[in-house]
Structures are given as C-alpha cells and as structure tokens.
C-alpha cells in the first residue's frame, strides 16, 4: 500500500470529501486549542477551473466569533499542500483585522499513518466487484441453482468490500454511489436488453415495489409517531436511572412506546424522509396512517395535558383532511365543466360539418 502511495499522486479531490480526512485537517488546523470550542469544519466548494479549496473553523465562543470563523485554510489541489491561517484583530481597532499563516502540512503527509484507504487503490476492484455482481445478477434464473449461487456470492463479495471501505476507511456514501452509477451506465450500454428480458426486469421492479410498501408504511408511521410523541412531551430523558442503564445508546421505552435518541441532524433527517414519503403518496393514505398512529397513542396513561394535545392534533388533521377535500371537490368540478364545455363545442362543430354536407 504505501509502495503505491509513492508511485501514484493521491485523487485529493475525493479525499478532501471524507468527514474523516476533513475531521484530521481540523484537529491539525486548531493545534493544542481546546477542541470544544472548535467543533466544525466548513468546506467551500472550489470555484470552476481554480487549484484551491478553502475551508473555515467557527469558534463557538461567542466572545471571538465574528461571523468568518477564528481559522481559515487553504487546500492545494493539484499537490496537497495544506495552509492555516488565524485572524489577528487590531487590539486598537476592533473593526480591523488580518489573517496570518500559523500553520502548513502535505495532505500526504497528514494521513500517514492512519486507516484511509487511499483515493487511487479502490476504484478498480470496487467496479469490477460491482460489475460482476450485476453481470451475475442478470443472468441469475429460478430454474438454476448454480445461477443463483453465483449471484449470492458475488452480492456477497461486493458488499462486504464496499461496507469495510465505507466503515473501516471512511469512503463516503457518495463516492460509493459514484462508482456504481458510472459501472451501471457502462454496464448497460454493453448489455442492451431484449424485449423479453425488459419485461422481466419491469416486473421484478414492480413486484419488489409491492414488496415494499408495506415497510415503507410502517416505517412513516413508526416516524411521525416519534414526532408526535416528542410534542407530548415524552422523552428517553425521562425514564427511570435503572431503565437508562440498561438501556443505555439504545433504543428507550416510556410507557411501552419506544423512544429513540435524535441528534437535530437525525430528527431533520427524518422530517425529510416523512416529507418524501409523503410526496409520493396520496392524501388519503398519510391521513390514513397519522389517524392509526394518533389512534394507538390514546391507549397510553396520558395525562390531561397530553390528552387535550393529542386531541387538538387529531382536531388539526381532520381539518386539514376537510379542506383537501374540499379543494379536490372543486377542482373535480371546474374539470368537469371544461370537459362538459368541450364536449359541447365538438358536438356543435359536428352539426354545423353535417349540415353543410346536406
């Protein structure tokens, strides 16, 4: 591995995309400050055609942060070349201020010694795993055994392969996406489908979109659940000393409701998911799913207080239910009456045509 490092220059682009390449360049970049105060890293996106990325850490305490973040940096990258600069302010003129370079590595040199697997040594086993593994899976067919043994080994081979890139050598779910969609396009390109095999890929598509469903239900449920939950006030928190230890870092029961830990990251993680769920589904099924999930919740010990809020919930959501029908009812009827509209103008069109033919 490192024999390769020396012969071959480093993709810093793609490595420079790590949060754990970019967590090292920050506990470089703030040195024996307290790391507390320095928890952030900001990457810029590197301008078009230009060498150089910047970056930025924010300190936390208020009293220094001006808005711009005590450090900056500056990646070269063509050679890696990793520049720190801190803000001096003018002790006389606080308005006045400048950045100094304090500090300056090599990316190289920086992730010696650490377990990054490097940008250039990946690419080509990871494409010809995945390719293999999408050449066996086309070929793989219910009637033979072989065919499907060869696939489950080879789904087996590239998984693993991609999970111990992504866990244990902090290659990023978008570099790995990258590389897949580049065999996938490639792959198919080179295999062009017959009208039969189409057929065949259409409804394993929709067979395993049927498949599906059902836990993507019970998966929006099991969020807005969570949702509600935290706006009556339930929360791991609150459990008893001897429940938080044995459940510590997992996930939590308050009342035989599971309760799990959220990050703000997480929690606006899920509100997005719920949000795309929610996209793609009619009206009636997401007031379909709240309605069960409010339903369930009343089975809980609530007190007054959360009593009076889940029924102000359910109050909100049959509301809303009512003016989405409403809406829906009037635009079936301006509908209606163009299409009623038209088929007037043709039939009288119609007429007029008959008459001159007479």
Known sequence: MNKVAKEMPLDIEKLVNREQVQDLIRQYAIGDKKEEKFPKIEMEKPLKDKDALFFSITSTDTATNWGAGDLKGKIDMKTGQINIYKREIDGENWSKNSWVLQRETNLQELIKGQDIAPAFDYTKEMSQKYETYLQAQKQETPERTDTILDRIIAEQNYFTFKED?????????????????????????????????????????????????????????EQYKQEVLKQLGFSPSKEKAKEKEESKDKEKTTNGVQMKKETPEEREKRLQQMKEFESKQPFSKVYQLKKEVLKELKDLPLTDAQKAKLMQLEKALDQEKKAHDKDHSKETSIKKFFKGAKEKKAAKKKRAEYELER
């Open 165 to 221: 890139l992504v866990q244990e050598h902090g290659l990023s779910e978008e570099e790995v996406k990258g590389i897949e969609r580049q065999v996938m396009k490639a792959f198919h390109q080179g295999n062009e489908q017959t009208p039969e095999e189409k057929f065949k890929e259409a409804y394993k598509q929709q067979l395993q979109e049927v498949l599906e469903e059902p836990q993507a239900e019970q998966t929006y449920k």
